[in-house]
Structures are given as structure tokens and as C-alpha cells.
């Protein structure tokens, strides 16, 4: 059996599957409870409370482009998730000291913000460096995850579309434990002890994807994404005076080595193709001219940028329900028989159906929807992120009304507020939703990313969330500025620090409506979309490719071994056929065409 067989696939990737589980444990639990913590015991009023959370989530997905463009750059993805991921627990650390520590936490003055002084800077030290850690992680570690599959040979490609449910499942089964066993330690014993299990738990998960080092397959960074980008946008506008060719046949293109993807040429944003342009008398050289696959690239990547904003306003629902929705819980009624429910364990209830839902989307869905679509994810990423776009407005309506009830019953009966669970129809919804967005996001960017560039592009999912976050931010500051001047009773929707006296249902309905309009801008610009395998028909994957090269490898009855080291294996992990030039040649020198 040969090396390549041997490293990689569903093996290599068990070892990422408990990282992401034992550090996800600690994430969602924060994420669940932390808005409490800024409150109870770090004295921020309700809506900065919420507004500390939101940027606190915001910096932490943006940083994920960090991760990203140094495993594309500079480190290999492994040693950019040991490193992002010691810095993690590093800030783990330093917030369960000062959570365990009385003198470290502010005295409570009345004002939306009471840190300041040495507390304020071990407070947001820990809290930014948190950020830090945990965007690095995820910005390399989904496409570390993904290059234990050859996306190039059939039955690997198949098995990539699985991967990104596997890798959900196992987020889902830490996160379980993160908002139920994590959460009542922090809210029902003390902070500090659930900041400490977080700390445990990312520690032996890191230690988990050290451990796994023998199995991996380690592709080696290339060239700066960032630069490439960079050359083609000067070169095109060093030559906008340049008339295009009639046929695209005449730009430049380079066949260096088979180890490169090749790009087929497309139609769309011309304007770019002027970066192909090598005049007469010039030699070939960075900054002069740029290869059609170099072009193409940038042409990628533009594509995806509407389809990553149309996901923004979804991502900024989610905020709601890790913020005013966990308010929400507080103010209900937590008990469960004599068991007494902390309000951020709701999202187990989504948590819970995911468990059961994403075995059968894998097993049952994924196999019919096959043979229909051909498609080896049974249906295209952007089908399933726009099945979520749908469901997230469906869960903002469905929060204003049950927000509604909880406020009415409030006021009329303080001492009989609603069961907790009203809250879990609005979770329920938005956890299907988010099952499928996140999944098609990442499957996505990462299929559809050039070579040099699939980390940085896989970031783009998390980039979505961190603008939605901080876009949360800005709706409630915007929303209680403008309605603190207009509604006859001079407050803001959510002004002060009783629910009560807000209206946060109304702040749910816009979001709502925000989200309808934006699922029809995000139609227009999926049908818009062209997928990178309908760009080139000879790198088209299939039902029938698969069909065919499982029949070939009975019929053989083995696979054949390729010999080389860790290294070259992971940079030549089979050439597709858009590699190869119409002539058969797998390799040439430069070439103008």
C-alpha cells in the first residue's frame, strides 16, 4: 500500500474531530454564558453586556482571516493551529485567574461600564487574546481537516462532502456539553471553575491534534494570496489602455508544473483579463504580466464576495440568540421540575436535534439527493446555505412573538413568568438553520478556492459571522438612538436593564424582515454564481465518476502506491486532468499562448 493511503482521510481526520469537540466544549459555553458573566460580575449594563459579546464573537471569527493567511503563507496548517492554539489557552488561563479572583472583579457604580484600571487591562487582554487564539484555530484548522481528502480523485471527493458533516457533528456533540455540563458549572458553582474545564478541555485537544502528526498529510504553504491578488489588480490597471484579445486563447498562461491547478478562462470581469496581456519584447516576470490561472483566481474569489455578504444579516440573527435571547431565559421560569435550568442551556435543545438530524442527512438525504443531482453532496453548497437564509427569518418572526408572551405575562404576573422552553422553537429553527448554512459555507469556500489560497477562503465563512456580529453591535446602538427620538415614550427599544420595559420583539420582527429581503439578494446572486467545475467540464466530479472508479478498483483489486515524502505527497496529490495541456503534457516551460 503506498504512503499517500496510508496518511490522510477519516483516520488523520478523528484526531481534528476531538479538537474541535473538546475546544468547541469551551467556545459555545462561553458564547452561551458569557453575556452573564459581563453583567453579574463584571458590573456592563444589558446592552453592553450584549454589545461586549458581540464584538468580543465579531473579533474572534475576523481574526480567523489571521490563521488563514499565515497557513497559506507562512507555516504549514498544523503548526498554525499549535500555535494560535497555545495562545488560547494562554487567554483561558488569565480569565479563569481573574474570574477566581474577588479583587480582580469591579465594584458595581451604576454606569453601563464599570471596569477601568488594572482590571480593565487584564480583563480585555485576556478577552482579546482569547480572540486571537481561537480565530487562528479556526481560520486554518477547517482546511487542515479538508486536505486529508484529495477533492482531485473521486471516491476522496466524496468522502470531503462527509467530512464537513462529520466536522459539524462533532462541534455539535462538544457544544452539547459546553451549554449544558459547562454552563451550570459557571452560572450554579462559580465562574472560574467553568472557565477551568474550558481550559482542560482545549488543552488535551490540542494535545489530541499534536499526537496525530504521523497520520496527517501536511501540505506546505505556497505564495503569499494576498501578493497574487495584489499583482493582478497593478498589472490590469498598468494596462488599461490595452485592448483584450479576440480570443482568450492569446492571453498568457504558465504550465510550470503539474503539482499546480490550472484554471480554465471565463468571461466574466474581462477588465481583469488585461493582466494576461505579455506584449511583444517583454520577458515574462512578476509585476509585467500574470498567468490566466493567476487572473482566474482573483475572478474566484470577487465571485464569492456577494454570496459571503448575503450570509452577513443571517449571522447577525444568530447574535440575537446568544445575547438578548439568553437575557430573555433569565427573566423565565428556569425550573424544571426541582432541577433549576441556567438560561444559557436552551441551545441544547437545537444542539439535540442536530445530533439526530445530521446522521440522517448523511446517511438517508445525501444518497437519494445523489442520484437525482449527480452531485457529489447530494445537493450544491449555495442550495443548502439558502435553505438556512430561509429558516433564520422564519426563527427572528417566530423570537418577536414568543417575546411578546413573555413580556405581557411579565408585566401582568411577575411572579409567574413563562416556562424557559417557550425559547426553544426560536433556537430549534435557527439550529436547523445554521446547520446547513455553516456546513454549505465551508464545503463552499473551500471546494471553489484556488489552490494557494484554501484557508484564507475557508476564513470567509467565519469572516461572515464576525461582520454579522459586529453589524449587531451597530443595529442595537443605531435602533435605540433612532427610536429614543421618534416613539412617543422618549426610550429606546432596548434601553435601561429591565426587558420589560423594551421592546425587543420589535427589534426581532425588523430583524426579521431584514433577513426576507436578504434572501432574495442572495438568490440573484447564487443564480449569478458559476461554480469553478462547470468553468472547466474536464474537472467535473460525478455520480458516475464514482460509479466507475469503484467498479475499476474491484476489478483491479488493488490501488496503486505512490512513493514520496510527506511533503511532495502533499503538493502532488494527484493532478486532475485540467493539469494537462491538450497535448498530453503534464509539464512545460513558461508559454505564451
Given at each position: 500500500m ?7 482521510g ?5 484526531f481534528?474531530?476531538v479538537?474541535?469537540?473538546l ?11 458569557l ?9 456592563f449594563?444589558l ?30 496548517r498544523?503548526t ?21 479572583l474577588?479583587h ?7 454606569k ?24 487562528g ?36 456533540l ?20 467553568g ?7 482545549s ?7 499534536a499526537?496525530?502528526?504521523?497520520f ?7 505564495q ?8 493582478v ?13 479576440e ?7 504558465v ?60 449571522n447577525?440573527?444568530?447574535?440575537q ?15 424544571l ?12 435543545i437545537?444542539?439535540?436535534f ?23 453532496s ?14 433564520s ?5 417566530v423570537?418577536g ?5 413573555r ?11 413563562i ?47 464576525s ?27 432596548l434601553?435601561?436593564?429591565d ?23 442572495y ?10 467545475a ?7 466530479v460525478?455520480?458516475n ?12 483489486g ?36
Open positions: 503506498g504512503d499517500k493511503e496510508v496518511k490522510g477519516f483516520r488523520a481526520s478523528m481534528i474531530f479538537l474541535v469537540a475546544d468547541n466544549m469551551g467556545f459555545v459555553a462561553n458564547m452561551a454564558s453575556v452573564l458573566y459581563f453583567y453579574g460580575v463584571m458590573h449594563d446592552s453592553n453586556s450584549a454589545n461586549t459579546l458581540t464584538t468580543f464573537l465579531g473579533s474572534t471569527f475576523l481574526l480567523s482571516l489571521v490563521g488563514g493567511f499565515i497557513s497559506d503563507t507562512y507555516f504549514n498544523l498554525t493551529c499549535l500555535f494560535f492554539g497555545s495562545l488560547e489557552v494562554l487567554a483561558l488561563v488569565m480569565l479563569t485567574v481573574q474570574a477566581g474577588d480582580l472583579h469591579p465594584d458595581s457604580c451604576g453601563s461600564s464599570c471596569v477601568k484600571g488594572g482590571i480593565a487591562v487584564m480583563f480585555y487582554t485576556s478577552l482579546y487574546l482569547l480572540a486571537l487564539g481561537m480565530g484555530v479556526r481560520g486554518s484548522l477547517t482546511a487542515f481537516g479538508a486536505d486529508q481528502f484529495d477533492e482531485k480523485s473521486p471516491r476522496e471527493a466524496k468522502a470531503l462532502a462527509s467530512f464537513f458533516n462529520w466536522l459539524l457533528l462533532s462541534s455539535t462538544g457544544s452539547i456539553i459546553g451549554v449544558t455540563g459547562v454552563v451550570w458549572v459557571s452560572t450554579q458553582k462559580a465562574w472560574h471553575w472557565f477551568t474545564i474550558a481550559t482542560l478541555a488543552s488535551i485537544g490540542f494535545l489530541a491534534l499526537l496525530g502528526k504521523p496527517y498529510r501536511v501540505k506546505t504553504p505556497g503569499s494570496p494576498i501578493l497574487r491578488i495584489t499583482q489588480i497593478f498589472v490590469a490597471f498598468k494596462n488599461r489602455k490595452l485592448p483584450l484579445p480570443s482568450h486563447e492569446e492571453l498568457y498562461e504550465y510550470e508544473s503539474a503539482k499546480l491547478e490550472r484554471i480554465a478562462h471565463t468571461n466574466q470581469m474581462r477588465f481583469l483579463d488585461r493582466a494576461s496581456i505579455l506584449e511583444q519584447n517583454i520577458e515574462p516576470q512578476a509585476w509585467k504580466v500574470c498567468s490566466v490561472t493567476q487572473v482566474e483566481e482573483v475572478k474566484i474569489l470577487t465571485r464569492m464576495l456577494p454570496i459571503l455578504a448575503s450570509t452577513i444579516i443571517m447577525t440573527c444568530l447574535a440568540l446568544q445575547t438578548f435571547s439568553v437575557q430573555q431565559g433569565n427573566m423565565m421560569n428556569l425550573k421540575g426541582s432541577f433549576t435550568v441556567p438560561a444559557p442551556s436552551i441551545p441544547v437545537p444542539l439535540l442536530m445530533c439526530i438530524l445530521i446522521p440522517m442527512y448523511e446517511f438517508l438525504f445525501v444518497p437519494f439527493a445523489r442520484k437525482i443531482t449527480q452531485h457529489p447530494g445537493v450544491t453548497p449555495l442550495q443548502r446555505v439558502g435553505v438556512g437564509l430561509v429558516l427569518f422564519i426563527s427572528m418572526a423570537a412573538i414568543v417575546e411578546v408572551k413580556r405581557d405575562q411579565g408585566i401582568k404576573d411577575p411572579s409567574r413568568p416556562s424557559l422552553f417557550w425559547l426553544s422553537f426560536q433556537y430549534a429553527i435557527f439550529g436547523i438553520a445554521d446547520m446547513f448554512t455553516l456546513v454549505g459555507l465551508l464545503e463552499f469556500f473551500y471546494r471553489e478556492a484556488p489552490e494557494t489560497m484554501k484557508s484564507l477562503s475557508t476564513s470567509f465563512t467565519y469572516l461572515s459571522m461582520l454579522g456580529y459586529f453589524l449587531s453591535t451597530v443595529f442595537v446602538d443605531v435602533i435605540n438612538a433612532v427610536t429614543k427620538r421618534v416613539t412617543p415614550s422618549k426610550q429606546g427599544w434601553h435601561g436593564l426587558l420589560n420595559q423594551n421592546n425587543l420583539n420589535l427589534f426581532y420582527w425588523f430583524l426579521a424582515i431584514l433577513s426576507c429581503l436578504n434572501f432574495f439578494n438568490l440573484y446572486w447564487a443564480s449569478w454564481y458559476k461554480y469553478k462547470d468553468e472547466d467540464s474536464n474537472s467535473m460525478n455520480l465518476t464514482f460509479k466507475s472508479v469503484d467498479e475499476e478498483e474491484k476489478k483491479n488493488k490501488v496503486k502506491a505512490k512513493e514520496s515524502s510527506q511533503t511532495s505527497e502533499a503538493n502532488t496529490e494527484g493532478p486532475s486532468s485540467s493539469d494537462e495541456t491538450d497535448d498530453g503534457r503534464n509539464s512545460r516551460e513558461w508559454k505564451h499562448r
